[in-house]
């Protein structure tokens, strides 16, 4: 008797806190930034899959940008979006592991990362064998660049945590995306599509933090756009369109701070990207300008690829316009929003077997999955990146990598056709062990909560349709709108269709690596992850992945040493400045340099532009290859005896103070016996008027 009212007078104690608790909306936040980028050369990008497609220099750097948050009864969760083209499960393993040093604070379960998706960053670091392809092998240095900074971004928003709220909003952001494969979004039911205006999401949603002081400590946004303004002609490192709308959103906070070096952060998040360009002027044969055939996206003899681009004139300024574009809708949406979260934290993730899920079909029959493959589509490439084949030109049997792996191809599959049908195979990637397994498959399946509010990580690409069927059977779950869609995350699949997009075998279809019931065996996980989520009930981890780091085959392509003219110094300017520039105008200045993957200069820069302040007689930094306004260009001039030199362009902007300037160059070179040493050169000085 006595336990019983004591039991109900411990139900009422509780009930009554959740209802006068006004510090229910009070969390414990920290956020960190740190930078990520990888070798500025010599390093394929990853995105494009595009041979050749090297870097060759810096645009601007890549960061990490990482929020933690704590609810009051000590309930944390870790969000991060990295200027990645995407997460490797590699990555996520090495990030938990070295988060280890928290004593169980963070782990798989609670630490959520994902990327922005540009295609402007160096490869090499993921761990299923398909991605070493264009990239020769792993790229160690790379790896470790990123999960350094991964987690460098975490630690730091660890140590700065305090008492701030979150506020929320959400509003349409049109004219900085298009679908780029509509005729496989037509394929969708009649009655599903008469739901939707539009065949892209244009919903962007904004968390912003703001300390007890009511000081903006940081901000969230997600949009779902790809990070392809930048086109696979690109070799400068860039966070494209992402990545420089949050330099624009945090220098409005970070005054006098270089990019990256202020308190304030502000991520540009993805969704369900799949479909989804920014090359808003649509696709164009190159040599003519001619209307594409639009279901095969191909040109006709002569008129060369069929290629999307804009707004800009060029992918400079595209990639501009659609950052700004999604500056200031996120700008509006954080000054105007209102909307408080309140509630507890939780999160919750399992591993699962992508490769057998049983998924029931509306006649009562069940389906499955499929071990993973491409189809012949995915040589193909998209509007964003077109007529790139990892097999074509480029990639020869001498190359280490390959050479191995040759042997495996002769294979017979009529199992695997059968599950993938209609999609012809090009690569049976779930069949390809040799080195180690081609693709992923057992993905990463996680869920944030705070209060009403649902972070959902997704491990692919998923299209426009495949997001919304998603949200929509997590809504009927959680009677909550507030589901925001995330990815690609935590691990990379390629892509997710519906299964009537799946049909069609646009490039998005043939690269939905498990046949056409992917997304039916995505939407049931997800379904059982938020039921368990809302009810609190624990959740076996599942099948753990492979960690593969031990096995990796790394490129051999490696700085073998460095050299320079005769009669001349590494960082000698070669071609120097002008005596006077205005504003608008453009610095080009070059140096003798040395190859970049000496020291990637993490947290530091390959230049600076500098100002003599008169009052204090000193040179204060203004740039580095941090910044839009600069390029750091390598080239490599004489390959036999690796002499090499640096570019380096500041495009002034209109906001600089007149007065004396200089530029300068820093680097490393390295001798015949590997040892590297530091260097750097400067400009004479010049006046901006
Ligand atoms: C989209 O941009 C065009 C020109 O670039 C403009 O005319 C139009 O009003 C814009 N639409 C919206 C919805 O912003
Ligand atoms: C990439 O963009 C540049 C302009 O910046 C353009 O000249 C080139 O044709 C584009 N290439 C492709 C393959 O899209
Ligand atoms: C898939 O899983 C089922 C059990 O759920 C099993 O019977 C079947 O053999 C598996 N198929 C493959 C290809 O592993
Ligand atoms: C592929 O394998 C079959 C049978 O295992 C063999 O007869 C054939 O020569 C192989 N083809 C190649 C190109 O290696
Ligand atoms: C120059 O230095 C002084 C003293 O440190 C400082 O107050 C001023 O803001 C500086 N000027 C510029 C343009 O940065």
């Known amino acids: 008797m006595i336990k019983i009212i004591l039991f109900s007078i411990l139900i009422r104690s509780v009930c009554l806190e959740q209802f006068l608790d006004s510090s229910n909306d009070e969390y414990n936040i920290g956020v960190g930034i740190a930078d990520i980028t990888g070798p500025a050369a010599q390093t394929n990008m990853m995105g494009y899959a595009k041979v050749g497609q090297d870097t060759a220099g810096i645009h601007f750097r890549l960061f990490s940008r990482a929020f933690v948050i704590e609810d009051k009864h000590g309930n944390r969760i870790c969000f991060v979006s990295a200027d990645l083209c995407m997460i490797d499960t590699l990555t996520t393993l090495e990030v938990v592991k070295r988060l280890k040093k928290y004593e169980g604070l963070y782990t ?56 701030a709220r979150i506020y929320f909003n959400r509003g349409n952001l049109f004219n900085a995306s298009i679908n780029r494969s509509p005729t496989a979004y037509e394929n969708n039911p009649n009655e599903e599509k008469a739901k939707y205006e539009l065949n892209t999401d244009k919903t962007m949603y904004v968390f912003k933090f703001i300390d007890l002081n009511g000081e903006p400590i940081g901000m969230i946004s997600w949009f779902a756009v790809h990070c392809t303004s930048m086109n696979n002609t690109n070799t400068q490192i860039s966070g494209d369109n992402k990545g420089y709308a949050s330099q624009i959103f945090e220098r409005g906070f970070n005054v006098d701070q270089l990019p990256g070096k202020g308190p304030f952060v502000a991520a540009f998040a993805n969704a369900n990207l799949g479909d989804v360009s920014p090359n808003i002027n649509g696709p ?21 690829e069929c290629i999307a681009s804009g707004p800009g004139a060029d992918m400079f300024e595209s990639t501009r316009i659609i950052a700004e574009r999604q500056y200031e809708k996120a700008k509006e949406l954080f000054e105007l929003s209102i909307d408080r979260l309140a509630g507890g934290i939780a999160s919750i993730h399992q591993y699962i077997d992508m490769t057998n899920v049983s998924v029931p079909l509306p006649d009562g029959s069940n389906a499955r999955t499929c071990k993973p493959a491409l189809g012949m589509s995915f040589a193909a490439g998209t509007t964003d990146g077109p007529g790139v084949s990892i097999f074509k030109q480029g990639i020869s049997l001498s190359n280490v990598f390959t050479d191995q792996i040759h042997r495996f191809t002769n294979f017979s599959i009529p199992d695997l056709s059968e599950c993938h049908y209609p999609k012809p195979i090009l690569l049976p990637t779930g069949l390809m062990k040799v080195p180690y397994d081609w693709t992923a498959e057992i993905l990463p399946t996680q869920i944030f909560k705070i209060g009403n509010f649902f972070i959902v990580a997704v491990p692919a690409e998923f299209s426009t349709m495949s997001g919304r069927r998603l949200r929509e059977s997590l809504v009927s779950i959680t009677k909550s709108e507030n589901i925001i869609i995330t990815g690609p995350s935590n691990a990379y699949s390629h892509y997710v269709t519906t299964f009537e997009e799946y049909q069609v075998q646009r490039y998005e279809g043939a690269s939905t690596i498990y046949g056409p019931h992917t997304l039916s065996g995505h939407i049931s996980q997800f379904e059982k992850l938020m039921t368990n989520l809302l009810s609190g009930i624990e959740i076996e981890p599942g099948p753990s992945p492979p960690n593969l780091l031990s096995r990796q085959i790394e490129s051999k392509n490696i700085v073998a040493f460095d050299s320079k003219p005769l009669n001349s110094k590494f960082g000698d300017c070669k071609q120097n400045v002008d005596n006077f520039y205005a504003v608008g105008s453009t610095v080009t200045v070059t140096f003798i340099s040395a190859n970049p993957r000496n020291n990637l200069m993490i947290e530091k820069s390959f230049l600076t532009v500098e100002y003599f302040n008169e009052s204090s007689s000193t040179w204060q930094i203004v740039a580095s290859d941090v910044n839009y306004e600069t390029n750091f260009i390598w080239e490599e001039k004489n390959k036999l005896l690796h002499q090499s030199k640096a570019i380096i362009k500041w495009n002034i902007p209109t906001s600089t103070s007149s007065g004396t300037y200089k530029i300068r160059h820093f680097g490393y070179h390295k001798n015949i016996l590997g040892q590297t040493q530091p260097f750097s050169g400067e400009t004479n000085e010049f006046y901006v008027l």
């Open 108 to 163: 798989e379960k609670n630490v959520m990362l994902t990327s922005t998706h540009t295609h402007s960053g160096s490869g090499g670091y993921l761990q299923y064998a398909l991605y070493s392809v264009t990239t020769g092998g792993f790229i160690r240095e790379n790896f470790y660049a990123i999960a350094d900074g991964i987690v460098r971004s975490i630690d730091r928003a660890h140590s700065r945590m305090a008492k």
């Open 284 to 304: 164009h044969c190159s040599i003519n300008g001619a209307s594409c055939d639009n279901p095969t996206s191909t040109c006709s003899i002569g008129s060369g």
